[in-house]
């Protein structure tokens, strides 16, 4: 009987973000694919599992095929891991599901932790639509027409970045789109776990007061159609209908899509 492909998601911070059937699946089968054996290492001695480590990454999947093949006709199972979340995610997978949809060999996709999905809860995005993009491409045109090409989605549209890149990513953003609302989530699941709520624009002046350090996770809001906003006005409107101060930010930043700092300080000159 052929053997079964299971791909695992692991932890995107805290290393207890591992479901029971993970842990089980991992200790089953008969050797994992890691996308860095050295980095996934800590996680199977942390739960005990001391199946052995392949290499499988970006650079090898293509290569990576035939052997896994071999393994499945053998009658060995195969789990698929990244160094965090779901593979297949902006992350090494993706080229072997497609092999295994062509060849109708069975695999399974275990839930749990993905950084979007968070993040799209933590930016309280309305009733959970937005899209999904991941990672800009590297070169600044190239990022320039992705952006523009998404000018116009109606639904908040959510990318990874990296530290180093953050900067310029808001860069990008106030070129091709303007000044947008955005939400950063950084460090998810960690320690320093953090919630920015800013624009781009806002963002990159005040940037020396934010801590640049882990993976980013991006929620860049929709445009909103060609109307300005009497922040202060909608402001006194929503307290003359009885609302307190701080119900009236949020109920502004919602109403608006702007973020609520902003509204905030605009709520300070009343």
């Known amino acids: 009987m052929a053997g079964k492909v299971y791909f695992c998601p692991t932890p995107i911070g805290n290393m207890e973000d591992m479901t029971v059937r993970a842990i089980r699946v ?42 896994i093949f071999r393994r499945l006709d053998a009658g060995e199972d195969v789990a698929v891991i990244s160094d965090a979340g779901m593979p297949g995610v902006s992350d090494p ?20 932790p993905c950084a979007h999905v968070t993040a799209s809860v933590m930016a309280c995005v309305e009733e959970g639509r937005y899209l999904f993009w991941g990672f800009l491409p590297q070169k600044h045109g190239q990022r320039l027409r992705a952006l523009k090409e998404l000018e116009d989605i109606p639904v908040p549209v959510i990318f990874y970045e990296a530290p180093h890149r953050i900067e310029r990513f808001a860069e990008d953003v106030v070129e091709a789109l303007g000044n947008r609302p955005m939400v950063l989530v950084r460090e998810i699941s960690k320690i320093y776990e953090e919630r920015i709520e800013t624009t781009a624009l806002d963002f990159l002046q005040n940037i020396d007061s934010y801590t640049i350090k882990g993976e980013f996770a991006v929620v860049l809001m929709p445009k909103r159609e060609e109307e300005t906003v009497d922040v202060e006005k909608a402001l006194r409107e929503k307290i003359a209908e009885g609302e307190s101060p701080s119900k009236a930010v949020k109920l502004v930043a919602k109403e608006w899509n702007l973020p609520k700092n902003l509204v905030y300080k605009e709520s300070l000159k009343l």
Do not use: C, Q
């Open 26 to 67: 991992l200790k089953e089968v008969d050797v994992i694919l890691a996308e860095d054996t050295r980095h996934s290492m800590s996680l199977l001695k942390h739960y005990d599992i001391h199946t052995p480590l392949e290499s499988y990454h970006k650079f090898n999947e293509e290569e990576k095929l035939n052997g």
């Open 93 to 112: 997978g993706g080229v072997l599901l497609a092999a295994l949809l062509k060849e109708g060999r069975p695999y399974e996709v275990l839930p749990g």
